[in-house]
C-alpha cells in the first residue's frame, strides 16, 4: 500500500512539474538545460518514473519561481517523519487540493480536530509515548488544518455520521470545544457539514473513513484508512465507485441548516455535563 500511495504522490508531483514547466513556455529539453539534467531526465520526472535528487528539485524551484514548492514537496515526499508513512502522500496532496470531502464514521476528521481532542485520541492510541512525541503529532495535525483558514483554501465537505457526536474523546470539555470549533467554521462559511443520523440505517460508507480529493489539473483521488494501513486510491473507476458511495450518504444525511442544530445541541449537553463535574 504504501508503494502504492507514494506513487500516486509523486505522479502529482510530475503532473504539476509539467503544467509548470509548460505555463513557463520550457520544453523539457530547455529545462533540463537548466537544472543540469536531460530533457528526457525531466520527461521521466514528470512520468513519475523516475524521483530527481533534492538538488534538482531546488534548482526546478529557481528555474520556474515556484516559491520552494517541488523542494517542500520532495522533503515531505521523502523525509516527512510527522505523519505515519501510509498517510504521508495523502497529507500532501490536501495541500495542493480544490476541494476536500470528508466521510468519518466515529470520529472528528483531523482537519477538523481541536489541539485537546487531537491530544486525546494520540494518547489513547499512544498510552506509553512521551509528552515530546504526542505534542510533535498534534502539532503535525493542526498545520494540515491550517489550509482551511487560507485565502485560497479548498471547498471543504464533510459528512459525519452521529457517532462521531456521542463518543465522548477527552470527556466533556475537550468534546463541548470540539463540537463548538465545528459550528464555528461552519457558521463562518469556511465548511459545510452534514450529520447522518442513526436513522439512516446501513451505508456502504458506515465503518469507514474517506476522504475525496480534487485538484485544478490532475485526476481526482480518494484515501481510505484501516488499521496502520492507508489506501491512495487513483484509478478513475475506483474513485467514481467511492464517490458514488459518498454520495448516497450526502443525500441520506440531514441538511447542513439541521446539521449545524445537532451539534450545536450536542455541544450545549457536553458544556452542561463539564460544568457539574
Not at 141 to 162: F, G, M, S, V
Amino acid at each position: 500500500m504504501a508503494d502504492t500511495s507514494r506513487r500516486a504522490a509523486w505522479e502529482f508531483w510530475g503532473a504539476e512539474l509539467k503544467r509548470r514547466r509548460e505555463g513557463a513556455g520550457l520544453t523539457q529539453d530547455a529545462l533540463g538545460r537548466r537544472v543540469f539534467v536531460s530533457g528526457s531526465y525531466i520527461g521521466q520526472f514528470e512520468k513519475a518514473l523516475r524521483r530527481p535528487q533534492l538538488d534538482v528539485a531546488i534548482q526546478i524551484d529557481e528555474v520556474l519561481h515556484t516559491d520552494s514548492y517541488f523542494e517542500r514537496a520532495w522533503r515531505e515526499l521523502i523525509d516527512d517523519k510527522r505523519y505515519p508513512r501510509y498517510f504521508a502522500a495523502a497529507a500532501d496532496l490536501e495541500r495542493l487540493a480544490t476541494k476536500i470531502c470528508d466521510f468519518e464514521s466515529m470520529i472528528v476528521p483531523g482537519l477538523l480536530q481541536t489541539p485537546s481532542y487531537a491530544r486525546a485520541l494520540l494518547l489513547a492510541g499512544n498510552p506509553l509515548a512521551t509528552d515530546e512525541y504526542i505534542e510533535e503529532k498534534v502539532r503535525a495535525r493542526l498545520d494540515r488544518a491550517a489550509i482551511l483558514k487560507e485565502a485560497a483554501r479548498p471547498t471543504y465537505w464533510a459528512i459525519l455520521h452521529e457517532a462521531v457526536l456521542r463518543v465522548p474523546v477527552g470527556g466533556p470539555a475537550a468534546m463541548a470545544d470540539q463540537l463548538e470549533h465545528i459550528t464555528r467554521l461552519m457558521r463562518e462559511r469556511k465548511i459545510l457539514v452534514q450529520v447522518l443520523p442513526f436513522a439512516a440505517g446501513a451505508f456502504s460508507v458506515i465503518g469507514k473513513m474517506v476522504t475525496l480529493m480534487e485538484f485544478e489539473d490532475a485526476p481526482p483521488t480518494a484515501y481510505t484508512e484501516g488499521v496502520y494501513s492507508g489506501n491512495l486510491l487513483d484509478d478513475p473507476a475506483v474513485v467514481k465507485h467511492v464517490q458514488e458511495g459518498y454520495d448516497l450518504a450526502r443525500a441520506a444525511a440531514l441538511s447542513p441548516e439541521a446539521s449545524l442544530a445537532l451539534i450545536e445541541s450536542a455541544a450545549e449537553d457536553y458544556r452542561r455535563c463539564a460544568s457539574t463535574t
